[in-house]
């Protein structure tokens, strides 16, 4: 596994041993990023990255011209590959890793608002659902934040009525939602 663009391109990342945790694949990253860069929704941002597995999608990021990331993530080996993967790149100094559940607690952030919020959780599962929900009681977005979850082709997302969505691309049995604020007049 490795960086795809910015500054840290072609430099490898620690992988998973087993299959435990599921990192996007090259190509899926690659396609995701190119959207957020059309978007204009990396240069500058602080990214939140939740279920962070082995950290690539923020770290991508930060490559790509992100100011910041806080990684979180609940598994004990998900924590330690991040933190091995900022380390190898000498990238302590833009990053923030939290181990918390998700799910159930997102006030370590601390009311931070964050200008992209990427989200890979474990499919079919309906993290995603709870963990916007989740987002939305924290307030750990505004109207400029861009929202975006990985999840299985097939999966449906309920979404709380102040997020809507704005896009969707589909690779094979992935998809790739986005969602921001929807404006109050």
Same mark, same amino acid.
């Given at each position: 596994?490795?960086?795809? &663009?910015g500054k840290y391109k072609r430099r490898s990342l620690v992988s998973p041993k087993d299959m435990s945790i599921r990192p996007t694949s090259d190509r899926q990253r690659e396609s995701l990023f190119n959207i957020l860069n059309h978007m204009n929704s990396i240069v500058n941002a602080n990214v939140l990255d939740l !279920?962070?597995?082995? =950290?690539? $999608? =923020?770290?991508?990021?930060? &490559?790509? =011209? #992100?100011? &910041?990331?806080?990684?979180?993530?609940? *598994?004990?080996?998900?924590? =330690? $590959?991040? /933190?091995? +993967?900022?380390?190898? $790149?000498?990238?302590? %100094?833009? &990053?923030t890793v939290i181990q918390s559940n998700i799910l159930n607690d997102l006030a370590c952030l601390n009311g931070q608002v964050f200008d992209l919020i990427l989200m890979d959780p474990p499919y079919q599962k309906s993290y995603i659902d709870k963990t916007l929900s989740n987002i939305v009681r924290q307030h750990c977005f505004d109207m400029h934040t861009m929202i975006? #979850?990985?999840?299985?082709? +097939?999966?449906?997302? %309920?979404?709380? /009525? *102040?997020?809507?969505?704005?896009? *969707?691309?589909? !690779?094979?049995?992935? /998809?790739?939602?986005?969602f921001q604020e929807i404006y109050k007049s």
């Open positions: 596994m490795r960086i795809i &663009s !279920y962070a597995g082995t =950290g690539a $999608l =923020g770290i991508e990021c930060l &490559s790509r =011209g #992100a100011q &910041s990331v806080v990684f979180i993530d609940n *598994s004990f080996q998900s924590i =330690g $590959l991040i /933190k091995k +993967n900022i380390q190898h $790149l000498q990238i302590e %100094h833009f &990053s975006v #979850a990985e999840h299985a082709s +097939n999966e449906v997302i %309920h979404v709380p /009525k *102040s997020i809507k969505q704005v896009e *969707s691309r589909q !690779y094979g049995k992935t /998809k790739f939602s986005f």
